[in-house]
């Protein structure tokens, strides 16, 4: 076995794929970590934070309870076009991306990633699809949407960290006027939002969504929604009715860590006093 070096540092190689190890990236550093659960499961982690897991033997599998929440509520959205168009701003390892190319075969998907040397390596670790199916766009993730077409996608998804936190920019009401016009009828937005006990930021998240988005929805686990514990809650928001599906509440309950849905009426109650997030001059 050979040895190659890394961010400094000696990592051992395999004879392709993901290898263990430190890599200098654009943003920092990129530490790819191996699952001792999954046989052929990686972690990501950028600058010491976990952002992505990854099943390179089975793309529907997914660690992160939250992307688990995103990829139920997509599956049970009926969407108005013959195939799905999705944008994700944030790649990390391109998880979702690649779960949804397993469950929608003709989707269309374009991938916004920040950094591009990281775009580089996750290309090369893994077996992602290749363009058209996936394409990844190295790019600041509200740049790119101000570009974009108007109704040119069906799904958008924000999963945008910098450390432990979105960027401002990209919560904000002027910013979610760009998805709302590139976003087409029927189709949904969906934010991972990350949050403390005090659940300010879901509740301001949630209402700056519902100004723009007749319907909107949460999901995360109840002792999240109670203020016991600071973790993920994902807010989705469209133009059509979504998350009402029986078999979509029962599916998040059945899940490793159970969650709650909450539809339009209880996430509006939930967020009336909250001021909505704007862009500072």
Same mark, same amino acid.
């Given at each position: 076995?050979? &040895?190659?070096?890394? $961010? *400094?540092?000696? %990592?051992?190689?395999?004879?392709?794929?993901?290898?263990? *190890?430190?890599?200098?990236?654009?943003?920092?550093?990129?530490?790819?970590?191996?699952?001792?659960?999954? $046989?052929?499961?990686?972690?990501? /982690?950028? @600058?010491?934070?976990?952002?992505?897991?990854?099943?390179?033997?089975?793309?529907? /599998?997914?660690?992160?309870?939250?992307?688990?929440?995103?990829?139920?509520?997509?599956?049970?959205?009926?969407?108005?076009?013959?195939?799905? &168009?999705?944008?994700?701003?944030?790649?990390?390892?391109?998880?979702?991306?690649?779960?949804?190319?397993?469950?929608?075969?003709?989707?269309? #998907?374009?991938?916004?990633?920040?950094?591009?040397?990281?775009?580089?390596?996750? &290309?090369?670790?893994?077996?992602?699809?290749?363009?058209?199916?996936?394409?990844?766009?190295? *790019?600041?993730? !509200? $740049?790119?949407?101000?570009?974009?077409?108007?109704?040119?996608?069906?799904?958008?998804?924000?999963?945008?960290?910098?450390?432990?936190?979105?960027?401002?920019?990209? #919560?904000?009401?002027?910013?979610?006027?760009?998805?709302?016009?590139?976003?087409?009828?029927?189709?949904?937005?969906?934010? @991972?939002?990350?949050?403390?006990?005090?659940?300010? #930021?879901?509740?301001?998240?949630?209402?700056?969504?519902?100004?723009?988005?007749?319907?909107?929805?949460?999901? $995360?686990?109840?002792?999240?929604?109670?203020?016991? !514990?600071?973790? @993920?809650?994902?807010?989705? *928001?469209?133009?059509?009715?979504?998350? #009402?599906?029986?078999?979509?509440?029962?599916?998040?309950?059945?899940?490793? %860590?159970?969650?709650?849905?909450?539809?339009?009426? /209880? %996430?509006?109650?939930?967020? !009336?006093?909250?001021?909505?997030?704007?862009?500072?001059?």
């Amino acid at each position: 076995m050979a &040895r190659k070096k890394s $961010a *400094g540092r000696t %990592v051992d190689t395999g004879p392709g794929g993901p290898v263990a *190890g430190v890599y200098d990236i654009d943003t920092g550093t990129c530490e790819l970590v191996r699952d001792t659960l999954v $046989a052929d499961g990686w972690t990501i /982690q950028i @600058n010491g934070v976990p952002s992505s897991h990854i099943d390179v033997d089975d793309p529907t /599998q997914l660690d992160f309870e939250y992307m688990r929440w995103m990829a139920g509520l997509v599956r049970h959205h009926v969407f108005p076009g013959p195939r799905l &168009r999705s944008l994700h701003l944030g790649g990390g390892a391109c998880t979702l991306a690649r779960y949804l190319a397993a469950v929608f075969p003709d989707a269309r #998907q374009v991938v916004v990633e920040l950094d591009g040397k990281l775009a580089e390596l996750v &290309r090369e670790w893994f077996d992602l699809p290749r363009a058209p199916l996936l394409r990844i766009r190295v *790019g600041e993730a !509200r $740049a790119v949407t101000e570009t974009l077409t108007e109704d040119s996608r069906d799904l958008i998804v924000r999963d945008v960290f910098a450390g432990s936190t979105t960027p401002d920019a990209l #919560q904000t009401t002027e910013f979610t006027e760009h998805v709302r016009r590139v976003l087409a009828p029927g189709g949904i937005y969906v934010v @991972n939002c990350g949050d403390t006990r005090d659940l300010v #930021q879901t509740k301001r998240e949630a209402r700056t969504i519902g100004s723009l988005f007749p319907h909107t929805a949460i999901i $995360a686990d109840p002792a999240m929604l109670k203020g016991r !514990r600071y973790g @993920n809650v994902v807010i989705a *928001g469209s133009d059509v009715p979504l998350a #009402q599906e029986p078999a979509l509440a029962r599916e998040l309950l059945g899940g490793g %860590v159970p969650a709650h849905v909450w539809l339009d009426e /209880q %996430v509006r109650t939930f967020a !009336r006093d909250a001021k909505v997030l704007r862009d500072t001059v």
